[in-house]
């Protein structure tokens, strides 16, 4: 097992229909960005007020809720518009405002009909290993820019109901199949002519 770089490791993100079950990353569903997971395993303890003892001497792990914190560069086929459908219920399709010039419209609107996709994340820990959240919730996204003209920020904070570590559905070999849909993604620059709106 040797160790690997941020760079040198593969993600890969996408949509689960099933609560509980993962499922295998592959062709198209790359994602580049920065993965922090965190475990928030809970501690029981029992009361120690008129035990005599000086400090806590056992406890029993809890219950565990594995969050995970996404940082990427929005763009297009990133896969963040597979995070934004999974949060909103929906994400269609860009559209090109004039013929030829790839200027794209990318609307998203919220399913007041209930969700009943998830996601599947899965990355490389190591040469021989992975970590996966077999299904994960989308809890909050954010998109923002921090100068004019500049790169588009986005992330997100997922919810998952456990993490494997050592994964039989997202192994080392099934995340080297992992791709982006269109070469390496382009990113979303923002100028000073560019128009962000939000309905409320």
């Known amino acids: 097992m040797a160790s690997i770089t941020g760079a040198q490791t593969k993600a890969g993100v996408k949509i689960a229909s099933t609560w509980g079950t993962a499922v295998a990353c592959g062709a198209g569903n790359s994602f580049a960005g920065e993965i922090s997971p965190s475990f928030n395993v809970s501690e029981l303890t029992s009361r120690q007020i008129g035990s005599g003892a000086y400090m806590l001497s056992s406890a029993t792990r809890g219950s565990v809720i594995p969050t995970v914190s996404l940082t990427a560069d929005l763009g ?7 995070l934004i459908a999974q949060f909103m219920g929906t ?7 004039t013929t030829g010039q790839s200027d794209y419209k990318h609307v998203i609107t919220f399913n007041s009909t ?5 996601v599947t994340l ?3 820990t190591s040469s021989a290993t992975t970590m996966e959240f077999p299904t994960a919730a989308v ?8 100068g004019v003209p500049g790169y588009l920020d986005f992330t997100a904070e997922l919810l998952a109901n456990t993490v494997e ?7 080392n ?4 199949n992992c791709t982006f849909t269109e070469g390496t993604p382009e990113l979303v620059a923002v100028d000073l002519v560019d128009k962000f709106r939000t309905n409320t």
């Not at 209930?114 to 998830?118: A, R």
């Not at 570590?165 to 192994?171: A, D, F, H, K, M």
């Open 76 to 82: 297009h086929r990133n896969n963040c518009d597979i």
């Open 139 to 146: 809890q909050s996204i954010g998109i923002a820019t921090t």
């Open 91 to 97: 994400s269609g399709a860009p559209t090109e405002v």
């Open 122 to 124: 899965a990355f490389e």
């Open 114 to 118: 209930l969700n009943s996709k998830y």
């Open 173 to 176: 070999a099934t995340l080297a």
């Open 165 to 171: 570590l050592s994964s039989s559905t997202n192994t």
